[in-house]
């Protein structure tokens, strides 16, 4: 409605609209139109917000790996949420770093991507999730939980 409106714009202008986290006059971590993320004073972020966030990130992984890679979109589902996983976790920049074991998904060599994947500094960082996601991979299933 039109009275929302103009409470948004009024409330955009008097608190100003940050794309990023910043310290705000009191110093508190504050991001969007004043919503403060800090834990003893703030609001944080509601359930509803973390999924509409991650949605979104998701849908943007997906693009970017739609766009970049033209056998992408030939893939399984777990094999699609591997690469999104990844991409989610190391970002579509150093995701391109992995050459080798790209060209081997593009191919269909699985356990040769797994393999390079799993062969990596990444996988070394952050231990069990590069298990998971290898294990998808490799296998084109997801693993129980």
Request: with cysteine; net charge negative.
């Amino acid at each position: 409605p039109r009275e929302m409106k103009r409470l948004v714009d009024m409330l955009k202008r008097h608190e100003g609209v940050k794309t990023h986290a910043y310290k705000d006059h009191l110093g508190y971590v504050t991001v969007g139109v004043g919503r403060c993320l800090e834990a003893d004073v703030g609001l944080g972020l509601s359930e509803d917000e973390i999924d509409y966030l991650l949605k979104g990130d998701i849908s943007r992984c997906k693009d970017e790996l739609e766009k970049e890679y033209s056998w992408f979109g030939a893939l399984d589902t777990v094999r699609k949420e591997a690469l999104i996983d990844l991409s989610f976790n190391v970002g579509q920049t150093k995701l391109r770093a992995f050459v080798k074991a790209l060209t081997h998904m593009e191919t269909g060599a699985y356990d040769a991507a797994a393999d390079e994947f799993y062969d990596s500094r990444w996988a070394a960082q952050v231990g069990d999730r590069s298990v998971e996601i290898c294990q998808m991979i490799r296998s084109g299933e997801y693993q129980q939980r």
